[in-house]
């Protein structure tokens, strides 16, 4: 089955800095990537996702990028802000629908960003 | 995004009892997964709940120590029974929305057994 691993397990940043979050999946059938925030006390917020076909996607401060070849994939957040300090969890599934759709998370992020 | 609705937010139990999680959605929905994320830990899932049929348990996971049920498509219901400290736990309820693929959560019920 699929396994996704998340490197680096805690980041720490000055606020203004940009952050990189990397994970890696095996299963090269996946085709989707959405990364997760989570906040202390609340579930998992979406904040990006990418599909296999895109190798690039970005959204205001935040940008996700692929590489199907090398099975990676990276979450960039320019311009951190002390609100972005939370974990963060990247995960891979292999598209919606059959016994395919299921969502494999990587193992997190604790992001502290230092005002 | 899908609106999703859980209780009790927190709860403190003693072991050998039995909690039942409950999650509401704003819309119908075709399924309705349950995740468990352990302290420190990334998220598992349990099992994926369908109207009108069995919940589909991952492995590892028992229908007998988490009974699901999935009444209609906006409500779904966890049971952790027969409770163990090794429980604790945040659980987490998630769905889709409007046939996509993006995937969203409540706000998680965190467990604690004595």
């Known amino acids: 089955g699929e396994n996704v691993e998340q490197h680096p397990s805690t980041l720490s940043v000055q606020e203004g800095d940009s952050a990189v979050i990397k994970c890696t999946y095996s299963?090269?059938?996946?085709?989707?990537f959405p990364w997760y925030k989570q906040e202390l006390g609340k579930g998992p917020q979406l904040i990006i996702d990418i599909r296999s076909n895109v190798g690039e996607k970005k959204d205001q401060r935040i940008a996700v990028t692929l590489n199907k070849t090398a099975k990676h994939f990276s979450l960039h957040i320019t311009e951190t802000q002390p609100e972005d300090s939370a974990v963060y969890f990247c995960?891979?599934?292999?598209?919606?629908?059959?016994?395919?759709?299921?969502?494999?998370f990587g193992t997190g992020t604790l992001l502290a960003v230092q005002p | 995004s899908a609106v999703i609705s859980q209780k009790p937010s927190r709860d403190i139990c003693q072991r050998g009892t039995s909690l039942t999680i409950q999650c509401q959605v704003d819309?119908?929905?075709?399924?309705m997964f349950w995740y468990r994320q352990q302290p420190g830990q990334s998220l598992t899932l349990i099992a994926t709940?369908?109207?009108?049929?069995?919940?589909?348990?991952e492995s590892g996971f028992v229908i007998d120590k988490f009974p699901i049920s999935r009444p209609n498509l906006t409500f779904s219901t966890l049971t952790v029974s027969n409770m163990s400290p090794e429980d604790s736990s945040i659980y987490l309820c998630s769905t889709r929305q409007g046939g996509g693929e993006k995937l969203f959560f409540g706000s998680g019920t965190q467990l604690s057994v004595l």
């Open positions: 995960a891979a599934s292999g598209g919606y629908g059959g016994a395919t759709n299921k969502l494999i």
């Open positions: 819309s119908q929905v075709t399924m």
């Open positions: 299963d090269s059938a996946s085709n989707y």
């Open positions: 709940a369908n109207q009108g049929s069995e919940a589909t348990y």
